[in-house]
């Protein structure tokens, strides 16, 4: 199985702060990779997949960049409203895999 | 509207069954692989089992292999998850989710899940 690791596991941060996740596949995936958001009690977001392609209707201060093995979200300009907890996602082979995540806290 | 409603989810003990349902709408359901992501409360994302969009295709995590099916009922526009000799570490809130149309490798709309506790 293909296994990924997101850094850090957590991090506080302020408004209008770049934050940036990393998220390392233990083997190459090409550019097979997607970002999510969760807020507590909520289903999962899709932000990003094919590692940089934004979905539709997700702001523009997400980005997401890399390919093989190491992949980076950022966030530009950290909202209130992006305060959550976020995971990375392989699409390349079953079984599909997640990061651990990473929760994005107010500073 | 997409929207996507789980049910089914019950405290069952160990040894148990459970079948899970996810009434899919606001979307042409057929035409969509679709997917079961688990989550313990707390916790990460656990990918159980996803179905092409005929139903032709299925796969299964390890964890789940032999014991749990997915299905995909097209006519009724419902997805399942039977699921067998649950196990105290199967419990966890299940969302469905439906595959990217034209990627289907993520999993572009969820819903909010239902909650599966095996205890005896």
């Known amino acids: 199985d293909i296994q990924l690791t997101q850094s850090p596991s957590s991090v506080s941060a302020s408004v209008g702060d770049r934050v940036t996740i990393t998220c390392r596949a233990s083997q190459g995936i090409s550019r097979f990779l997607g970002w999510y958001q969760q807020k507590p009690g909520k289903a999962p977001k899709l932000l990003i997949f094919y590692a940089s392609t934004l979905q539709s209707g997700v702001p523009s201060r997400f980005s997401g960049s890399g390919s093989g093995t190491d992949f980076t979200l950022t966030i530009s300009s950290l909202q209130p409203e992006d305060f959550a907890t976020y995971y990375c996602?392989?699409?390349?082979?079953?079984?599909?895999?997640f990061g651990r995540g990473t929760k994005v806290e107010i500073k | 509207e997409v929207q996507l409603l789980e049910s089914g989810g019950a405290l069952v003990q160990p040894g148990g069954s459970l079948t899970l349902s996810c009434a899919a709408s606001g979307f042409t359901f057929s035409t969509y692989d679709m997917t079961w992501v688990r989550q313990v409360p707390g916790k990460g994302l656990d990918w159980v089992s996803s179905i092409t969009k005929t139903g032709a295709t299925t796969y299964y995590a390890d964890s789940v292999k032999g014991r749990f099916t997915i299905s995909k009922d097209n006519s009724k526009n419902t997805l399942y998850l039977y699921m067998n000799s649950l196990r105290a570490e199967d419990t966890a809130v299940y969302h469905c989710a439906r595959d990217l149309l034209a990627s289907p490798f993520w999993f572009d709309e969820w819903g909010q899940g239902t909650l599966v506790s095996v205890s005896s």
């Open positions: 996602q392989q699409g390349t082979a079953f079984p599909r895999t």
